[in-house]
């Protein structure tokens, strides 16, 4: 199974840096990914980590520890459109046949406020 | 055009009511899922497919089924559904080699 946590919300100003965390326990890994849900939409992705190290991509990063099973997205240069929930998420190990799933952590809200 | 559709986007009926939610993509997706979201619950599997023949059950499927039509079409039924079913639906696809699901933009069903 998958245990993980993340803040429930976070507040950050406009133009500043934020970082949201997750820690994850899992009985299998096999990659974590991000996803930026606006309220009342879809969850869209955002990043993708399977070996340790920071991924960039634009003003957004996200790094991993899979030794420390820890993750963080990092935004930077905040802007009021990036108001949204932001959602960890775990893929397991390989139970066969390609079976990996997805397992959501709750999602961290986060409010940029000017 | 959403590349994955659900119908109905909103939906109120009462309990005992038997409700289908569909799902239909066009991104030709082998593998789709469906989830509900409850605020503060996050994102929770219910079942998901991997091809037409195949149909696994989530970590939350009681009370829930599911029909894999074709490659394209994933139903959701509610066979009597029930207040604590009201909820937030989604529906995504995704590919065995990345990982990534794409979603539909939900269906918000309330139970009364």
């Known amino acids: 199974g998958q245990n993980i946590d993340q803040p429930t919300e976070m507040t950050a100003t406009e133009g500043a840096i934020v970082q949201i965390n997750c820690t994850y326990q899992?009985?299998?890994?096999?990659?974590l990914f991000w996803y930026q849900q606006h309220a009342g939409e879809a969850p869209t992705f955002l990043s993708y980590n399977v070996l340790d190290g920071l991924e960039e991509k634009g003003r957004f990063s996200s790094f991993l520890s899979r030794s420390k099973g820890y993750s963080y997205l990092l935004l930077k240069e905040l802007q009021m459109k990036d108001s949204a929930s932001y959602l960890c998420?775990?893929?397991?190990?390989?139970?066969?046949?390609?079976?990996?799933?997805?397992?959501f952590g709750k999602g961290t809200k986060l409010s940029v406020i000017p | 055009d959403a590349d994955v559709t659900q119908t109905p986007r909103n939906r109120i009926t009462k309990t005992g009511k038997r409700i289908m939610l569909e799902c239909s993509q066009t991104k030709g997706h082998d593998r789709m899922y469906w989830y509900r979201q409850d605020p503060g619950l996050g994102l929770r599997l219910i079942y998901y497919?991997?091809?037409?023949?195949?149909?696994n059950k989530g970590e939350i499927s009681d009370g829930y089924s599911v029909s894999r039509q074709a490659q394209a079409k994933f139903s959701l039924s509610l066979e009597s559904a029930i207040p604590n079913q009201t909820a937030l639906y989604f529906c995504?696809?995704?590919?065995?080699?990345?990982?990534?699901?794409?979603f539909g933009e939900g269906s918000r069903l309330t139970v009364l």
């Open positions: 899992t009985s299998g890994f096999n990659g």
């Open positions: 995504a696809t995704g590919t065995m080699n990345t990982g990534e699901l794409f």
């Open positions: 497919s991997f091809d037409v023949k195949d149909i």
């Open positions: 998420a775990v893929r397991d190990a390989d139970s066969g046949a390609g079976s990996y799933q997805l397992t």
